[in-house]
């Protein structure tokens, strides 16, 4: 593996797009560091501290996505999230707009008229983001705070607001592009990517600390060191082979002869994901969970303020409902991404079959079955690691900073995206005729 590594810097061209990628992550690292005009910073330090709370979060998740940028109040503080939610309403979208599903058809005259569409609702996703985080800016006193934060508040500093965080937000998609068609690809995964790594010094000083005596006496001794590493290389091989896993559906095409050629006759097969849904359960399972427990403390009564705190992050009914919303959404994700009776309408088109099912409407069934079964293990798996990192941190005090690594949203898509970038590197190198990552095989990614 590691000289595939060193193959890397041998090719011109992918050395090129190799450090044509650096340069434009550490342009998308600036961008989350320049503070927005007119903050005051130390206002704003105990504003987050009081907004974040304890750990984890909706507001967590999207300053985990801008790489503390949004913890910053920077003018990337927006981040890719806009874009990715524009995306996300998109695909939605799609399975239920014909006008939509027929374009997304048209291949990729289609694709790019989506994801034109993509780009004019992520920014009319900035503006309201970033006029709703100036109005909440100014008036900080909602969540018990007394300093002030904006310095001169008022319109200007709205419009201003607005404008800065809609410029870096474009900007980062801009680069996401940049990195997918001239560098090494996955763009804004990439930048995703990259912000969550970018706490990862954090985190090791946060571990450090652990197990430094406090007062004469460690809280944590070597025998838990040597736990957690060992958690963290199982998890992460669990993460890795579950990413990757999938049920080959064989399929056979019939022989056509078109004029003097015979064409089919092959045996493939149809890879299905068990993960298929990706993070996007995570994610929908933290944005709901989130209001109620809102919602509900705004209430000035007692018995709503007591399911208000039960509805808290990381409390016994939190992860409860988390883990049930994980499992529903990976199902909902399923049933409007994957379509088991075009698939097998275009088998049946080009004279393919699934070998003992009949084509048309029972291999549809066929498939929807099968979909639904290896869904189960994969909205499990799921469960499982989203809910990690919150046990670790309540049931054992370890800090959020660290436990984060150890699952969830953070380990997923960092594992997703390395493999990705993995496979396409490995592309590159096999078609030079140079060894891969591994000697035997071929890297799969998420596709």
């Keep these: 593996m590691f000289s595939a590594f060193v193959n890397t810097l041998k090719i011109p061209e992918l050395r090129q797009r190799i450090f044509f990628t650096f340069g434009l992550i550490f342009v998308c690292r600036i961008i989350a560091e320049i503070p927005t005009p007119g ?14 709370g304890g ?64 780009r004019y609702l992520a920014v009319l ?13 100014e008036n900080p006193e909602v969540f018990g705070i007394t300093s002030k934060i904006v310095t001169s508040p008022g319109l200007g500093f709205r419009l201003l607001t607005v404008l800065t965080m809609t410029t ?32 990862l010094p954090t985190a090791l000083r946060a571990a ?14 070597v025998f838990h060191l040597v736990g957690m590493l060992a958690m963290f290389f199982l998890v992460t091989a669990g993460v890795v082979a579950m990413t990757q896993a999938q049920r080959k559906i064989p399929v056979q095409f019939a022989k056509r002869v078109v004029g003097r ?22 994610i929908f399972a933290q944005a709901i969970l989130m209001f109620p427990a809102k919602m509900l403390a705004l209430v000035p009564l007692s018995p709503f303020k007591y399911l208000a705190a039960q509805l808290s992050t990381q409390t016994p009914l939190y992860l409860f409902l988390y883990g049930l919303l994980i499992m529903f959404f990976s199902y909902f994700w399923v049933a409007t991404q994957f379509n088991p009776v075009q698939i097998a309408d275009d088998l049946k088109r080009h004279g393919g079959y699934v070998p003992g099912i009949r084509p048309g409407k029972p291999t549809a069934e066929f498939l929807d079955r099968t979909m639904t079964r290896i869904t189960l293990a994969g909205a499990i798996f799921l469960t499982l690691i989203a809910i990690i990192p919150s046990v670790m941190y309540r049931q054992f005090g ?19 995206v390395l493999l990705d970038t993995m496979r396409q590197i490995e592309a590159h190198l ?6 891969g990552f591994l000697k035997r095989g071929r890297l799969r990614g998420r596709r």
């Design 39 to 52: 903050i005051d910073a130390v206002a704003l330090r105990e504003y987050v501290a009081r907004l974040q």
């Design 208 to 221: 450090y600390d652990m197990f430094r005596p406090h007062g004469g006496v460690a809280q944590f001794t």
């Design 261 to 282: 050629r015979v064409y089919g006759g092959q045996t493939t097969f149809m890879p299905l994901r068990v993960n298929y849904s990706g993070v996007m359960p995570i």
């Design 398 to 416: 370890i800090p959020w900073m660290v436990s984060s690594f150890f699952g969830g949203t953070s380990l997923l898509i960092i594992v997703g």
């Design 55 to 118: 750990a984890g979060g909706l507001f967590g998740l999207f300053d985990l996505f801008s790489g503390g940028a949004l913890r910053r109040c920077a003018v990337g503080a927006l981040g890719i999230m806009p874009y990715i939610s524009a995306s996300i309403i998109l695909q939605l979208l799609t399975a239920v707009i014909p006008s939509l599903e027929k374009l997304a058809r048209e291949g990729e005259t289609g694709r790019q008229k989506i994801t034109q569409y993509g």
């Design 125 to 137: 996703l900035c503006i309201i983001q970033g006029y709703a985080m100036a109005v909440t800016l």
């Design 168 to 199: 870096g937000t474009i900007m980062l998609m801009w680069l996401g592009e940049q990195i997918t068609e001239r560098g090494i690809g996955n763009g804004v995964s990439l930048i995703i990517t990259v912000n969550i790594i970018s706490r």
């Design 430 to 435: 096999v078609t030079r005729h140079y060894d």
